[in-house]
């Protein structure tokens, strides 16, 4: 079991909005609003607990000037494709105010709009919105695709 858990699965942090998305968007009509609700505030919680972790997990390496990565990849025959997330200072700053900030935005949602129609849109545009500003906050994004020789 990897010493920093959160810091070695960091794409989890994005991709639980962006999970909560279709599952809004999809269902939410057919849904009661409850339902719906429960998986756009939990998607975003969830995320800012994992932001938590990772963020407490960087601070308490022995230097917080370094660098971590974390990579997701596929491989399959000759084909290889890689996504990488970097996290240094500048990456924990912004990933605590996009999910510091959209996670009570989301939770005072359901009270607010309560009487607007397309409540259930709303939250699934948000959702979307959350992940793609966490993406967008990342430092150090790469992505690679290629085709690895046989040996």
Do not use: H
């Not at 996290?87 to 990933?95: E, H, P, R, Y």
């Not at 979307?128 to 695709?145: A, E, K, P, S, Y």
């Amino acid at each position: 079991m990897p010493t920093y858990p959160m810091l070695e699965y960091l794409w989890i942090v994005p991709l639980l909005p962006l999970l909560g998305r279709p599952v809004t968007g999809l269902f939410g009509a057919k849904w009661p609003n409850k339902i719906v609700n429960s998986v756009a505030i939990g998607s975003t919680g969830l995320s800012f607990l994992c932001a938590l972790e990772a963020v407490r997990e960087f601070s308490s390496q022995a230097s917080c000037s370094s660098t971590r990565n974390s990579s997701l990849g596929l491989r399959r025959g000759i084909f290889r494709a890689g996504f990488d997330l970097q996290m240094d200072q500048l990456t924990v700053v912004m990933v605590l105010v996009v999910t510091g900030v959209g996670w009570p935005f989301t939770s005072t949602r359901p009270d607010t709009w309560r009487m607007r129609a397309g409540t259930t849109d709303s939250f699934s545009y948000l959702n979307l919105f959350m992940f793609f500003m966490l993406i967008l906050g990342w430092r150090q994004i790469t992505c690679c695709c290629s085709l690895v020789g046989r040996a």
